[in-house]
């Protein structure tokens, strides 16, 4: 079985800091995304991966980078968090394309902005 | 654009009882996927079926059962004799091959179905 793990089940970090979110997969996926989920919203895509230090945006990049330096970790930084980013993330990989491969998803991160 | 709609917000129902989701989607592409994922309490979102939409068959797994009707652009699923186990959040998403190197997945908000024993 594929399996996704979120480095924290739960972060509380302050308004200004820098949080490091991370995400490793065993099976060699090509692909690494990166959503947040919010009530009411459901899933939004911040970002995702195709390949090693390759990355493009999603539908709400903005206040987040990520980093790919080894195929198997997924890094999301938030760069100064702020409370309107407090949230569960939530992390995925697949194989080949995100137009017919299914996502499969670690357990979550939920984070506070305090 | 892809569009996603799960109308029913929450459902509940009582153990042993039939349910079924919603999932109403839009698209101008001739060629899609569809998708339906489960999240239980604990967090992380299970895949369950793919559909694409050349494949109008119905699928059944067990209790589940997925009903996909292109007419009314619908992909509907059913648990049939609702176990507690079932009580999740589930999710029916919409993939369609984008220009670049990867297409865009859209989600639904999400169904929390509540089986009450």
């Known amino acids: 079985d594929v399996k996704v793990t979120q480095s924290s089940r739960y972060l509380v970090k302050r308004t200004g800091e820098k949080v490091f979110l991370e995400c490793v997969q065993d099976?060699?996926?090509?692909?690494m995304f990166w959503y947040r989920q919010d009530p009411g919203l459901g899933l939004r895509l911040i970002y995702f991966?195709?390949?090693?230090?390759?990355?493009e945006k999603g539908d709400i990049p903005e206040g987040y980078s990520v980093s790919r330096e080894k195929k198997e970790r997924f890094s999301l930084i938030l760069e100064s968090a702020s409370t309107n980013q407090t949230s569960m993330y939530l992390c995925?990989?697949?194989?080949?394309?995100?137009?017919?491969?299914?996502?499969?998803f670690g357990n979550g991160t939920r984070l506070t902005v305090t | 654009a892809q569009k996603v709609t799960q109308a029913q917000t929450e459902i509940s129902v009582v153990e042993k009882e039939d349910v079924t989701l919603d999932c109403v989607y839009e698209?101008?592409?001739?060629?899609?996927?569809l998708f339906w994922y489960k999240q239980p309490p604990s967090g992380e979102l299970v895949f369950l079926i793919r559909?694409?939409?050349?494949?109008?068959q119905n699928e059944i797994s067990g209790r589940y059962s997925w009903n996909f009707q292109k007419s009314t652009s619908s992909f509907n699923f059913t648990i049939t004799a609702s176990q507690v186990v079932d009580s999740a959040v589930y999710f029916c998403?919409?993939?369609?091959?984008?220009?670049?190197?990867?297409?865009?997945?859209?989600f639904g908000k999400g169904i929390t179905l509540s089986v009450r024993p």
């Open positions: 099976m060699d996926h090509e692909n």
């Open positions: 991966s195709y390949d090693v230090k390759m990355k």
């Open positions: 698209t101008r592409d001739t060629t899609y996927y």
């Open positions: 995925a990989s697949s194989e080949g394309q995100v137009y017919n491969s299914p996502l499969h």
């Open positions: 559909r694409n939409s050349f494949d109008e």
């Open positions: 998403a919409l993939s369609e091959r984008g220009a670049g190197a990867n297409s865009k997945l859209t």
